[in-house]
């Protein structure tokens, strides 16, 4: 039989590869489909690519690439036998489970055994040889086998390049046994039960004892109880109480000696009467008041929390499970996939860009996203449980986003990492990869593209500008002076006040409660332009700005700006609730264009001071003062940053804020020279013909002020691709980022993405559609075009994602869908029936264009 098996392999050997370090082994997750070795049909594994590809897939590989040898992997799923009293039998190891696979969650570890089963397929005749079978198998063939079967998920190399460790789950959460002794702990007046410590106090899970820490990594102090009681009662878990919030909480393992995580903190917590979902750690500095209080959140009311809600199944009700806060991902891409535009670009067209997709698909966008949208819409992994005695006919509800969050957060410092982030900036950031991988197809984002009109005026001159840019979405403020409950704040806020500095417990939050009328009139009234220069004096001057739509989209995301820096730079949330309408009319915004009686500021482009004693000096390579912005200086580095560095990042940012030099610092702290002493290049026109020429020199040609190029190309993009950023958008810093991160490089300089402000415009380009256009936009973004849908400016809305928590960094995303007349809510892998839309509660909100205005 050796013989028979190695003759066999011998015309296929070429084709089989040991993985090297480094090769990414998907044993776990279809290239194409959601399928995995759990599945009906198994995954088949390629032994010369190492992609995984589920039953329906796996030919078409094979048709492709001429592969003919595949690693078939199957597990079961089985119930326990029971023992005499009823009980499932004490666990024990199980030796028919060699797979290094993540157990599935969906079924209870203790109820539940694994069996799996390996076997060599060799296409297309489908011949199978059983694994293991090391004696009858080459040498090279066991290895390559053995190799892929003990092989790490490629997600786990992964997450060990996040910026921050990862924090393990314990190996005692699952498994932990609290003892049944009556312990309650009450709300407040926490005290160490060997010592008078009234903080740094841990609750033991195991028995509920409350002791004072000393050893732990958050340095706060102690006696050393905790891990005394460890050592005389072998209980291994413990909780710090003042981390107590819906969020979490902070877990120490004694055994493990780190900081760990528990998936059933929320039960373990509740064994002692503890509801996490009902508490929030007090601000109160120093943490002395350990005082827990209920919460007025909107964790239950987005959540729904206490009502039966009817789970639904089917097409396009498929939830996606959370990877660890992943949420803001999930809730984005099932708003994006609920537009018919999404769905057809993707799933309608799923055969032709499987067919076409290169040999690695995992790193394909257009196949990730065909894949995840068929996923959600199918219905192939949304079906309700069967009642039956085989555990395998139980489908597993939702999908596992790994791959694809793994492609589309590559090289992004945020979100490659397992922290949570902003929807807002991850639905940016999703549309530009659309933008980038739609060339030559159909782009399901004009659906959601509009253009901007910006009316600048000079408040000394009257004089004015008009330019036009391309966005995405409404960004609504939230003026706080408008709530309508504006004396219950006042009184709250006083009430507040008093008890941090009496150290008494505070008061019941009060939540601003705000007009949409007023967030809408906020929107159209004038902003200050900070540093405006105006080329009608010459020199700088107040400046004012408003915005219109010069188009309406087809769908009009709007977000509600309830996020803003606090002192410590921690993104925080507003507490408010605006009652968006079902119906919006925002015909009264669109733009005008100069008036009659409007004069334009002349169109010339701000003047770089150089300094006479840079002119003629060969040995002086820096400016010596160059115009930095003290107080952002400051503020960075009453943060902890270096001095020079934080003047370094205020520097590279041109003096636009705190905020973005923060961002600055963030990027670059990893740099040999981060902290190293800013020097400032020269610069000098080419043809100044002597020092004597006056100090103000303005530009020649139209080339951008060499000192905005710096401050570019400092932040790591590249010269030329700053160039055309800067050209496009009149030097403006600010938006030439904007325009920098809405438009990505192309290599080719002929395509329409990267054509800079000197193109020649051609008969469709959008500069001969409307006189005062803007150079950032694309020459083929035409008002006619398909590129942009200008339409009427009356919606309804059909979906919003909403936040709990109380920052970006934390806390959870739902998002509601309408679909078929009524309300759907998706949270992480569950669907259910809506009761009671929070409508008030939404961070954002989409909305389609109504059919008939």
Request: glycine share 6%; with cysteine.
């Amino acid at each position: 039989m050796a013989t028979d098996l190695g003759e066999l392999l011998v015309p296929y050997m070429p084709t089989i590869r040991v993985p090297r370090t480094g090769d990414r082994v998907f044993k776990s997750e279809c290239a194409f489909s959601y399928d995995s070795p759990e599945s009906e049909g198994g995954l088949y594994v390629c032994m010369n690519s190492f992609l995984g590809f589920g039953r329906e897939h796996v030919e078409r590989h094979y048709r492709k690439t001429g592969q003919s040898v595949y690693m078939h992997l199957k597990r079961h799923v089985k119930e326990k036998a029971t023992g005499a009293a009823g009980g499932a039998l004490p666990r024990r190891r199980n030796g028919k489970v060699f797979l290094d696979l993540e157990l599935n969650r969906d079924f209870n570890g203790d109820d539940y055994e694994y069996e799996d089963e390996a076997k060599l397929v060799i296409f297309p005749d489908h011949f199978e040889i059983p694994l293991p079978n090391i004696e009858e198998l080459p040498a090279l063939v066991s290895i390559a086998c053995d190799a892929v079967l003990t092989a790490p998920s490629p997600y786990k190399k992964k997450e060990s390049d996040s910026w921050e460790e990862e924090i393990q789950v314990s190996r005692h959460a699952r498994s932990l046994r609290q003892l049944e002794n009556g312990v309650r702990i009450p709300p407040s007046g926490w005290k160490c039960a060997k010592c008078e410590m009234r903080e740094n106090l841990w609750l033991n899970l195991m028995d509920g004892s409350v002791l004072c820490g000393k050893w732990f990594f958050d340095g706060s102090g102690g006696n050393g109880h905790a891990l005394e009681h460890y050592r005389e009662t072998n209980f291994p878990l413990a909780v710090k109480l003042d981390t107590i919030t819906p969020d979490g909480a902070d877990v120490y393992s004694f055994d493990e000696e780190e900081a760990v995580l528990d998936p059933h903190i929320s039960e373990h917590l509740l064994h002692f009467g503890i509801d996490m979902l009902q508490m929030q750690r007090t601000e109160n500095g120093n943490h002395t008041d350990n005082h827990v209080q209920p919460r007025v959140s909107d964790w239950e009311v987005i959540q729904e929390a206490g009502l039966k809600l009817k789970p639904v199944y089917g097409s396009g009700y498929t939830g996606i499970k959370n990877l660890g806060n992943s949420c803001y991902l999930g809730t984005t891409m099932q708003v994006l996939f609920s537009i018919p535009e999404f769905q057809r670009a993707y799933v309608g067209s799923l055969q032709r860009i499987f067919d076409y997709s290169p040999l690695d698909p995992t790193q394909d966008f257009n196949t990730q996203m065909a894949k995840l949208g068929h996923g959600l819409l199918s219905g192939q992994y949304s079906k309700p449980p069967m009642k039956s005695e085989l555990i395998e006919q139980q489908q597993q509800r939702g999908i596992s986003p790994k791959m694809f969050k793994a492609l589309v957060s590559k090289g992004h410092p945020e979100f490659s990492s397992n922290r949570q982030q902003d929807a807002h900036e991850f639905f940016q950031h999703l549309i530009n990869l659309v933008e980038r991988n739609s060339s030559g197809s159909e782009n399901p984002s004009d659906v959601l593209r509009f253009i901007v009109e910006e009316r600048v005026q000079c408040c000394q001159s009257q004089k004015v500008r008009y330019t036009q840019r391309v966005d995405y979405l409404m960004q609504l403020p939230a003026p706080l002076e408008a709530a309508s409950n504006r004396e219950e704040l006042i009184a709250y806020e006083i009430k507040r006040k008093e008890a941090e500095e009496n150290t008494r417990p505070l008061p019941d939050p009060v939540r601003a409660r705000i007009p949409f009328t007023a967030c809408l009139q906020a929107f159209t009234e004038p902003d200050n332009v900070p540093d405006f220069w105006s080329s009608a004096l010459q020199a700088k001057s107040a400046g004012v700005k408003t915005s219109r739509f010069a188009t309406f989209p087809e769908y009009m995301v709007v977000q509600m700006k309830k996020f803003t820096f606090g002192v410590d730079w921690v993104p925080k949330k507003i507490d408010i609730s605006v009652d968006l309408p079902d119906f919006l009319d925002l015909n009264r915004l669109r733009a005008t264009g100069l008036q009659p009686g409007e004069e334009e500021l002349p169109d010339l482009t701000p003047p770089i001071v150089i300094h006479e004693d840079t002119r003629g000096s060969s040995t002086n390579n820096s400016l010596e003062s160059p115009e930095i912005d003290e107080s952002s200086v400051m503020q960075l580095a009453e943060m902890g940053f270096p001095l020079e560095a934080c003047r370094k990042a205020v520097y590279y940012t041109g003096n636009m804020g705190a905020e973005m030099a923060f961002n600055w610092i963030i990027a670059h702290m990893e740099e040999p020279d981060f902290a190293e002493p800013l020097a400032v290049p020269t610069y000098m026109e080419p043809d100044l013909p002597s020092p004597s020429l006056p100090a103000i020199s303005p530009l020649l040609d139209n080339q951008p002020p060499e000192e905005s190029i710096s401050i570019l190309t400092s932040m790591g993009f590249p010269r030329n691709h700053t160039i055309k950023a800067l050209k496009a958008t009149k030097n403006n810093l600010e938006r030439a980022l904007d325009w920098i991160f809405t438009h990505p490089e192309c290599e080719d300089e002929s395509e329409a993405m990267s054509d800079t402000a000197d193109t020649e415009p051609n008969d469709n380009s959008f500069s001969n559609a409307n006189a005062y256009t803007d150079s950032s936009l694309s020459p083929d973004q035409d008002l006619s075009s398909p590129h942009v849908r200008d339409g009427p400016g009356r919606y309804e809305l059909f979906a919003f994602i909403s936040h709990m928590g109380a920052s970006t960094m934390s806390g959870h995303y739902v998002c509601h869908i309408k679909k078929e007349g009524r309300w759907l809510i998706y949270n992480d892998h569950k669907v259910c029936l809506s009761e009671r839309p929070p409508k008030d509660l939404g961070y954002m909100y989409f909305y389609r264009r109504l059919s008939s205005c």
